[in-house]
């Protein structure tokens, strides 16, 4: 998968800077998320709790590990959405 433009990393990286998780962890496992503060895209802020359960389950608990974690997934995800278009956009 052909990787993001550099100006496409810049806008999420700015958009993730914003974005303020508020998580609930019980046991080693999340049990809530929400945006505290959004991004203001919805789908960088769903995305980022649905890494924050993967990377939590996977042990990335330390404050910086779980942050590394989540804006990895985040930067992953989108990708995969602009891949996704771009193959769609080729079929019409």
Do not use: H, W, Y
Not at 22 to 49: P, Q
Not at 77 to 84: G, I, L, T
């Amino acid at each position: 998968m052909p990787a993001p433009p550099t100006n496409e990393i810049s806008v999420v990286g700015n958009k993730l800077r914003k974005l303020q998780l508020d998580l609930n962890v019980d046991a080693g496992r999340m049990t809530a998320c929400r945006a505290k503060v959004s991004s203001g895209d919805r789908f960088i802020d769903d995305v980022a709790c649905e890494s924050a359960r993967v990377c939590i389950g996977k042990r990335s608990s330390a404050r910086i590990g779980l942050m590394n974690c989540i804006n990895d997934g985040v930067v992953a995800a989108v990708a995969r959405e602009r891949a996704k278009e771009e193959s769609r956009n080729a079929e019409n």
